[in-house]
């Protein structure tokens, strides 16, 4: 392979472009649906067409960007999303999808047109944070699952936020509306969001499988009432009763495995007031393990704990809105990708990944692979999040290559 020659300039001028399309601070604030999720949406189908690819949007605004190839093969596929969580940072998905930008345009001017044609894919949606449904990009375009009628924080539905966002991308010239086929294999370059790669001193991270999630919501309803003139003994107080409750599920997802987490994310308390006793509480819980048998045992668990409890006045609801299952990536990708690591002289390490990706997603239709970069001090979903300029440039040399060996 001829040395490669990224245009570092224009991927920093790019970051920087997208990363002003930002609701809040601190940090990213990118919604899926949102104006600013359309302006950065619309900022990549121009880069794209500006090298010459062919732009494709589907009926969730995953945008899909062509390189047409030499033959008619099903595509070699790369990228991630373009949504973050609120307050995130600037490199959870973005660095997947210009990296993968970026991958493809040096690949073109290099190599010129690959045997198979090269996709790059900017997902809607992978966070769930602002409807409540994960990865609805990669389900739609998949197959696997349409999001049903579900609304954000203020009330708006899914499908109006979305049709919205679709019809303004297709304003866009030269873009058509369509869901491409599958490609013939999918691999996200992402940093790592955790502090393994740092601590091992490691370049790359090549990802063997992705942890299993599930999310709930557990709603507590007791009595609200006066602070000061009910006897102790006499409450249905909902938030002692929540808090007991975390502790004790805290403990058991520990007895568990040493590997299960277990985060309590979103806390709302009702109404929020010092001198009433609260009526209702909500939490959601985020748990993530492995093996898909200890999330069952923690789920039972849960179920056991707040269904049979001896004080009848309060009730406990237990809402599920996330059951993604543990994966295993593609095996002979990782073994492409570590091969190509050692050429280029590369530190490497396998490792599973703690945080979902559409590539959970993909990898039940299609061979998918992950590429990891190192997270300074491990920080993510967090306006801290930041990467050492020369590891984002390694992940960028490194997926170049894949994609060199899979399409040329
Ligand atoms: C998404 O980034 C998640 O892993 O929660
Ligand atoms: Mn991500
Ligand atoms: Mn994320
Ligand atoms: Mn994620």
Same mark, same amino acid.
């Given at each position: 392979?001829?040395?490669?020659?990224?245009?570092?300039?224009?991927?920093?001028?790019?970051?920087?472009?997208?990363?002003?399309?930002?609701?809040?601070?601190?940090?990213?604030?990118?919604?899926?649906?949102?104006?600013?999720?359309?302006?950065?949406?619309?900022?990549?189908? =121009?880069?794209?067409?500006?090298?010459?690819?062919?732009?494709?949007?589907?009926?969730?605004?995953?945008?899909?960007?062509?390189?047409?190839? =030499?033959?008619?093969?099903?595509?070699?596929?790369?990228?991630?999303?373009?949504?973050?969580?609120?307050?995130?940072?600037?490199?959870?998905?973005?660095?997947?999808?210009?990296?993968?930008?970026?991958?493809?345009?040096?690949?073109?001017?290099?190599?010129?047109?690959?045997?198979?044609?090269?996709?790059?894919?900017?997902?809607?949606?992978?966070?769930?944070?602002?409807?409540?449904?994960?990865?609805?990009?990669?389900?739609?375009?998949?197959?696997?699952?349409?999001?049903?009628?579900?609304?954000?924080?203020?009330?708006?539905?899914?499908?109006?936020?979305?049709?919205?966002?679709?019809?303004?991308?297709?304003?866009?010239?030269?873009?058509?509306?369509?869901?491409?086929?599958?490609?013939?294999?999918?691999?996200?370059?992402?940093?790592?969001?955790?502090?393994?790669?740092?601590?091992? =001193?490691?370049?790359?991270?090549?990802?063997?499988?992705?942890?299993?999630?599930?999310?709930?919501?557990?709603?507590?309803?007791?009595?609200?009432?006066?602070?000061?003139?009910?006897?102790?003994?006499?409450?249905?107080?909902?938030?002692?009763?929540?808090?007991?409750?975390?502790?004790?599920?805290?403990?058991?997802?520990?007895?568990?495995?040493?590997?299960?987490?277990?985060?309590?994310?979103?806390?709302?308390?009702?109404?929020?007031?010092?001198?009433?006793?609260?009526?209702?509480?909500?939490?959601?819980?985020?748990?993530?393990?492995?093996?898909?048998?200890?999330?069952?045992?923690?789920?039972?668990?849960?179920?056991?704990?707040?269904?049979?409890?001896?004080?009848?006045?309060?009730?406990?609801?237990?809402?599920?809105?996330?059951?993604?299952?543990?994966?295993?990536?593609?095996?002979?990708?990782?073994?492409?990708?570590?091969?190509?690591?050692?050429?280029?002289?590369?530190?490497?390490?396998?490792?599973?990944?703690?945080?979902?990706?559409?590539?959970?997603?993909?990898?039940?239709?299609?061979?998918?692979?992950?590429?990891?970069?190192?997270?300074?001090?491990?920080?993510?979903?967090?306006?801290?999040?930041?990467?050492?300029?020369?590891?984002?440039?390694?992940?960028?040399?490194?997926?170049?290559?894949?994609?060199?060996? =899979?399409?040329?």
């Amino acid at each position: 392979m001829t040395p490669l020659t990224v245009n570092w300039q224009t991927f920093l001028d790019q970051m920087d472009q997208i990363n002003a399309l930002s609701d809040a601070t601190p940090g990213q604030n990118r919604l899926v649906y949102t104006p600013n999720w359309v302006a950065a949406q619309q900022a990549l189908i =121009q880069f794209g067409q500006s090298i010459g690819m062919q732009a494709r949007v589907d009926d969730y605004g995953t945008v899909y960007l062509d390189l047409p190839g =030499q033959t008619n093969a099903p595509a070699i596929a790369t990228g991630s999303h373009m949504d973050t969580v609120a307050n995130g940072g600037r490199y959870d998905g973005l660095y997947g999808v210009l990296g993968g930008l970026h991958a493809i345009a040096t690949l073109q001017q290099t190599h010129g047109q690959p045997k198979r044609p090269l996709r790059l894919i900017s997902f809607s949606e992978e966070e769930g944070s602002r409807f409540p449904a994960t990865f609805s990009g990669s389900k739609h375009y998949t197959g696997l699952a349409e999001t049903t009628a579900i609304t954000d924080p203020s009330g708006v539905n899914f499908d109006d936020a979305r049709q919205t966002a679709v019809q303004q991308l297709l304003t866009l010239p030269g873009i058509r509306h369509e869901r491409p086929a599958l490609p013939a294999s999918f691999t996200e370059l992402h940093i790592e969001q955790g502090p393994r790669l740092v601590q091992h =001193q490691a370049q790359i991270g090549l990802v063997t499988g992705i942890v299993g999630q599930r999310r709930f919501t557990v709603t507590v309803s007791g009595t609200a009432n006066h602070a000061g003139t009910t006897p102790m003994d006499q409450r249905h107080d909902a938030l002692q009763v929540a808090v007991n409750l975390i502790h004790e599920l805290a403990q058991i997802a520990k007895t568990l495995s040493p590997t299960l987490t277990f985060t309590v994310g979103q806390f709302d308390v009702s109404p929020n007031t010092a001198n009433v006793i609260p009526g209702q509480v909500a939490f959601t819980i985020d748990c993530r393990h492995t093996i898909d048998g200890i999330l069952d045992q923690f789920e039972m668990q849960l179920t056991h704990l707040t269904t049979n409890r001896p004080d009848h006045t309060l009730t406990i609801t237990v809402d599920r809105w996330v059951h993604d299952r543990p994966v295993q990536l593609a095996e002979d990708l990782c073994q492409l990708n570590q091969k190509l690591a050692d050429q280029l002289g590369l530190t490497s390490m396998q490792l599973a990944s703690g945080a979902g990706h559409d590539s959970m997603i993909m990898s039940q239709f299609v061979p998918t692979t992950m590429l990891f970069v190192p997270s300074i001090n491990g920080i993510s979903h967090a306006p801290e999040e930041r990467t050492e300029f020369a590891d984002l440039q390694t992940g960028i040399k490194l997926l170049t290559a894949s994609l060199h060996a =899979q399409a040329y």
